[in-house]
């Protein structure tokens, strides 16, 4: 009885090592860290900084009268569109008007006694003194008759530009002087972009390099535009220097003063290993990175140390420690650690 019992305890304890060996083959399996890794392989890097630019209209035009007068009347109102050439507002000109009638009798008196003056002249009767005032006093009444006219000209005021009224300052019955704004018109088809960009930058931009443009006001508007001109001035009070882009203003959605986004082309190179900075690691040696070693048909982790470029937009440039071809870990790696097997998920 004591013989069957033995054996059924050597029995049990060996089913229940055996039972003990399977779970530990089957937690083997499961502890491997399931990661995807990424073959490293040269491509171009691009590296951006941004500025923030503003919009101005090239033809913009502040309308102020060339001489001073009461304004009689405003032909045009705020948001109309106008020709150049078109009349915007007139003057009051009674006192020009008025003097331009005295002008013009006094002168019809003047082209006559010019005129018997020359045919007395003409036949060698009279004083040459006599001819010479007449013909003074007609030419000086002349002259006298086109300033008139011309004063007369200018309190019409006329549109320098194709445009749009956008404000108008002052009302019929008010005063216009001039250097005083009676209204301002623009033209928005074509657009300058504005932007101060460091001094630090000086070397980096220069006329006919392409940026990037965008709108925070327009998410989907982004265009390439090439740099317009460049300031040849440092601004002592900020150290930077001024930077134009030209564009066309497709339908007129831009509108001046709008801020602008513009990013610059500082840094590029053509073959050069990039990763994602967010699998860049650091520790007390420095920056490292997991990649995959095969050994015995096991994929290890290992952990290299790098040596970083530039960053742009979660991606950065390696330039030392790691080598075009080798597997990188690019997901799960907050979970491996240098020598452990690992398993990987993806082709």
Known sequence: MKKILSFAIIAFLAACSSSNDKATEKKEVIVKTPVTVTKLQNMEFNHFFKVSGTVEAINSAFISPEISGQIKNIYVEEGERVMKGQILAKLNTSLTDNGINELKTSLELAKTIYKKQKQLWDKEIGSEIQFLEAKHNKESLENKLKTLYAQQEMAIIKAPINGIVD???????????????????????????????????????????????????????????????????????????????????????????????????????????????EIIKQDINGSYLYVIEKIDNKNIARKKYIKTGMSYKEKTMIAEGVKAGEMVVTKGYAQVSAGVEVSIVNN
């Open 167 to 277: 404000e108008i300052f002052l009302k019929e019955g008010e005063l216009g002087i001039p250097g005083m704004q009676i209204m301002q018109i623009v033209n928005l088809n074509d657009l300058y972009i504005n932007a101060d960009v460091a001094e630090s930058h000086i070397a980096d931009i220069k006329t006919g390099d392409e940026v990037v443009l965008s709108f925070s006001a327009f998410p989907e508007m982004e265009m390439k535009v090439p740099v317009f001109r460049t300031g040849n001035i440092i601004n002592p009070a900020n150290r930077t220097f001024k930077v134009q882009l030209k564009i066309k203003n497709q339908n007129e959605k831009l509108k001046p003063n709008l801020i602008s986004l513009i990013l610059i082309n500082d840094f590029s190179v053509e073959s050069v290993l990039v990763v994602p900075s």
